[in-house]
Nanobody, 122 residues
């Protein structure tokens, strides 16, 4: 069973940093494209950052210059480095990844992680 697992959330003071990780379980699956979403209480889920298979990135305006999405293909992991955190960054962060089978390159679809809570105190 394919799983995408996030880690790295927690409580941090405003101005602090956190790094989230998103890994695909099982050696036969690789991450093609990766996205980080977040959902704050009472708000819709929003796309925060996107990374392509080639490493190109896009960000929502509110995090540009503060967040960095990256990938380590050897570890089959996508990261979200979050700096200069603000209370308004408080949300549950979700990883969404398009996976491929490593042995034949076939796409197996989009998988979501369970979410990890990020809380930024003022």
């Amino acid at each position: 069973q394919v799983q995408v697992v996030e880690s790295g959330g927690g409580l941090v003071q405003a101005g602090g940093s956190l790094t989230l990780s998103c890994a695909a379980s099982g050696s036969i699956f690789s991450i093609n494209t990766g996205d980080w979403y977040r959902q704050a209480p009472g708000k819709q889920r929003e796309l925060v950052a996107h990374i392509t298979s080639g490493g190109s990135t896009n960000y929502v305006d509110s995090v540009k210059g503060r967040f960095t999405i990256s990938r380590d293909n050897a570890k089959n992991t996508v990261y979200l480095q979050m700096n200069s955190l603000k209370p308004e960054d408080t949300a549950v962060y979700y990883c969404s990844a398009v996976l491929k089978r490593t042995y034949d390159g076939a796409y197996v679809g989009t998988n979501w992680g369970q979410g990890t809570q990020v809380t930024v105190s003022s």
